[in-house]
């Protein structure tokens, strides 16, 4: 059996490729013969940026900006090469 996990984010505590190899695992348990594909998802929000550098690769950069409440926080992008 062929078997695709794609599940967003747990917000704060798993990103979407912990919690699909999460499943992979328990899947995997109950039946060792299944080929297992884990795909990253996100809705557009936490996660978004992660999930298309999983799905996609390229470089992740982090940059120091200003929040919308005028304090310092790390933002993260991603670049993908040759697309």
Do not use: Q, W
């Not at 059996?1 to 899947?27: H, R």
């Not at 998802?41 to 999930?51: I, Q």
């Amino acid at each position: 059996m062929n078997v695709v996990i794609a599940i967003d984010s747990f917000k704060g505590s798993l990103s979407s490729i912990e919690a699909g190899n999460a499943v992979k695992d328990a899947v995997l348990k109950a039946d060792k013969n299944c080929k297992v594909t884990v795909r990253p998802l996100a809705d557009g929000g936490e996660g978004t940026v992660e999930a298309l550098f999983e799905g996609l690769g390229g470089e992740m950069e982090e940059v120091v900006v200003t929040g919308p409440f005028g304090d310092k926080v790390t933002a993260k992008y991603c670049i993908l090469n040759d697309k």
